[in-house]
């Protein structure tokens, strides 16, 4: 069974910066596709980015230019570079990897963009 765990979450002021980690404990990168999504308190959970097995990116409006995702294959583990943070950024941020039918997710880690 494969595991994600997010980490790298905290309080940050606005205009700073954070980078979230997903570790897998297994080797799923190169079959599935990799996310970041986030849920705010009252909101559904939205995409951020993703990056597919050949490293195609693609990024939510509200992140493009701000938010920069990775991964490296040799140690299983996904980054989002998180940069000019804004208090709407606020959410617990969820690793996901998908392929057809099947989807894993992460426990999620909390981000607070506050002064």
């Known amino acids: 069974q494969v595991q994600l765990v997010e980490s790298g979450g905290g309080l940050v002021q606005p205009g700073g910066s954070l980078r979230l980690s997903c570790a897998a404990s297994?080797?799923?990168?190169?079959?599935?596709?990799m996310g970041w999504y986030r849920q705010a308190p009252g909101k559904q959970r939205e995409l951020v980015a993703s990056?597919?097995?050949?490293?195609?990116?693609n990024y939510a409006n509200s992140v493009k230019g701000r938010f920069t995702i990775s991964k490296n294959n040799a140690k299983n583990t996904v980054y989002l570079q998180m940069d000019s943070l804004k208090p709407e950024d606020t959410a617990v941020y969820y690793c996901?990897?998908?392929?057809?039918?099947?989807?894993?997710w992460g426990q999620g880690t909390q981000v607070t963009v506050s002064s």
């Open positions: 996901n990897g998908a392929r057809g039918i099947t989807v894993y």
């Open positions: 297994g080797d799923i990168f190169s079959r599935h596709v």
């Open positions: 990056i597919t097995t050949s490293g195609t990116t």
